[in-house]
């Protein structure tokens, strides 16, 4: 009864976590940035195509809300949704926006430059808005392939940008492939069959729950049903464009995670890549799109064709609704993002820097198979996990460590053994730092409940920890360029997994410490032996240890842990030290991490 109650809560508490993606919006247009929603285009015309609305209607619509461009509208092609072994080819349609930097070209030339035939180029995005500006300024480029396979896409501004620019894309006959896993979309199987709907548009979805997936209820009832198999997810991200630059790293898709929300914001890390590491990049999206835990999104939810008259302008209504709230042309954000983007990739490509970039991923089907063990184990022992190779490749890299580790994980539960090598490196003279998530900051506060016993050891064994605050000590202005966060009082999450060996080679990965990643979900990363990437990334890194942005966890002379931090003293430039003795977190914070200690097994954390 217990086992049951324990999966029943680990149910619930993960259904519960899911983010509906609300209707795809338009917004007002701008001189910078026009904002106008081809997908609700799409729409229209489908519905005056079935003859769902007539053509006054939807201008006295179009009237009352934001105007729809008409050329977009024209040239929109669709695929019938009713037929779901179809799969989508290129369609050539009237170009309303032709792309302007040949994305092929560009990396063709720059690999010709290298010596090295099998290098690969590698830039770091740290920087939220940059991050995002690359992404849009990959897909307003796209000429003939756009594919993108992520955990997490939530709602927002950036993600309704993103979509717009897809559509525009696809009108273009640029072929798009979409894969998302299934954990996040509560209500939001009708958007993206909207998207399915375009003829160069297709979607599909991991490991979905198959049935009675309409509300909050039912999916936890239905995911509790099925836990063995529903609590395995697909915690990939990648970005793919042309078939010849590619993203990944640690980013869903979502305003958090490119310095967007005015609420919460996470310091995050991905990387651009293009040169020899692109092939194995595809050939994972491939494995991933064609495995047998793939379904067609139109599998759950009926097209386009069946929205009435007044779903239709019930949608128009609320995209309205939430455009008001979003004055392009005054929002900081988007300010901030139109000189990110003005010259983004001709800037960033050149400055790639060059080396040997190994990618390595977890099998699709991996989460079929039931693990070995259900703790982390090293490689090379007699519990190993076969099917864990994105960890075993970073284990191997750290155990060549010589002289200093920088390891960072926003969910940080090490295990056993994983503990026990981080401080044979300590006791071996390696100077090993570890920077994670304080319970102020972390966004899942169940994790905290199983890290605070090995915070303990680790702190015994010497190890050099940091905790980022919830709220760093910062300025009042937006800092978009800053790597930690946003705006002052939002609250700032660590989300980056990195690690750097002797500041000489770099892993970025998907991939968290626990054994959620490790065990369960299926992960990608990135094995890069490229010295000055390295260390560039160190010192991006390392900008996270700074008192003022994370509490510095040192034992005091009883041998319990405490949490320095300092701040500037009101009308000076002086820094005043601060220290805690019991970590910062509110009542609630505190309650969830006494049920992730005592209640859900460390197992599934």
Not at 65 to 87: F, G, H, L, M, N
Not at 193 to 201: D, E, G, K, M, V
Not at 323 to 331: A, F, G, W
């Amino acid at each position: 009864m217990k086992r049951w109650c324990v999966a029943l809560l680990s149910g619930l508490l993960a259904a519960c976590a899911n983010v509906p993606l609300t209707s795809i919006s338009t917004a007002e247009k701008s001189p910078e940035i026009d904002t106008t929603d081809t997908a609700l285009a799409v729409m229209t015309r489908l519905a005056q195509q079935r003859g769902k609305a007539s053509m006054p209607q939807i201008e006295k619509l179009s009237k009352e809300t934001t105007p729809i461009c008409e050329d977009e509208v024209e040239s929109t092609a669709y695929k019938r949704t009713d037929d779901a072994s179809t799969q989508s080819t290129p369609n050539p349609v009237k170009k309303t926006t032709p792309s302007k930097y040949d994305l092929v070209t560009a990396t063709a030339n720059l690999s010709d430059e290298q010596d090295d035939a099998s290098a690969s180029g590698v830039y770091p995005l740290v920087d939220g808005v940059e991050a995002f500006a690359v992404r849009n300024a990959l897909i307003k480029n796209a000429q003939k392939t756009l594919d993108l396979q992520y955990y997490s896409l939530q709602r927002g501004l950036s993600t309704r940008i993103l979509i717009r620019e897809l559509v525009f894309a696809a009108n273009r006959g640029v072929r798009i492939r979409i894969l998302l896993d299934d954990m996040e979309t509560l209500g939001r199987d009708q958007e993206m069959s909207l998207l399915n709907a375009h003829a160069n548009i297709e979607v599909r979805v991991f490991n979905p729950i198959r049935r009675w997936r309409g509300t909050r209820i039912t999916r936890a009832l239905m995911f509790v049903g099925h836990l063995p198999t529903m609590h395995r997810r697909m915690h990939n991200k990648l970005w793919l464009a042309d078939g010849v630059l590619g993203i990944t790293g640690g980013r869903n898709l979502g305003d958090r995670y490119f310095n967007a929300s005015e609420h919460d914001n996470f310091s995050d890390l991905d990387v651009l890549l293009s040169g020899q590491v692109i092939e194995p990049m595809k050939q994972m999206f491939n494995d991933y799109w064609q495995s047998s835990n793939t379904l067609p999104i139109s599998q759950f939810a009926k097209g386009p064709t069946e929205l009435s008259q007044n779903a239709l302008k019930n949608l128009i209504l609320k995209t309205n609704k939430l455009t008001k709230k979003e004055r392009v042309q005054h929002h900081p954000y988007l300010t901030a993002l139109i000189q990110a983007e003005s010259h983004i990739l001709p800037d960033v490509l050149p400055n790639m820097l060059w080396g040997q970039v190994e990618f390595v991923s977890d099998a699709d089907d991996k989460i079929n198979h039931k693990p070995i063990s259900t703790q982390l184990a090293l490689p090379n022992q007699t519990s190993s996990h076969t099917d864990t190779p994105v960890f075993n490749a970073l284990v191997n890299e750290i155990t060549r460590t010589q002289k200093e580790l920088i390891l960072v994980s926003p969910y940080f539960v090490p295990g056993t053994e994983f503990t026990n090598l981080l401080i044979d490196l300590v006791k071996q003279g390696r100077q090993v730092t570890v920077i994670t998530n304080s319970l102020e900051s972390t966004d899942v506060p169940l994790v905290n409940g199983s890290y605070e016993p090995y915070r303990q050891r680790l702190l015994e064994g010497g190890i050099n920890l940091y905790e980022l605050r919830g709220f760093p000590n910062a300025g009042k202005s937006p800092q978009w360029r800053h790597p930690i966060f946003s705006w002052k009082g939002s609250r700032a999450a660590l989300h980056s997994k990195a690690a750097i060996i002797d500041g000489q080679v770099s892993f970025v990965t998907s991939m968290n410490i626990d054994p959620r990643s490790v065990i369960w979900n299926t992960e990608l990363g990135l094995t890069i032996r490229q010295s000055q990437f390295a260390q560039r990334l160190r010192k991006d890194l390392l900008t996270a240890t700074d008192p003022r942005y994370s509490y510095h966890v040192k034992l005091n002379k009883n041998g319990k842990p405490e949490w320095q931090s300092s701040s500037l003293e009101a009308g000076s430039e002086n820094l005043r030290t601060h220290i805690r003795t019991r970590e910062s977190g509110n009542l609630w914070r505190c309650l969830q991490k006494w049920i992730g200690r005592h209640i859900v097994p460390e197992r599934y954390l």
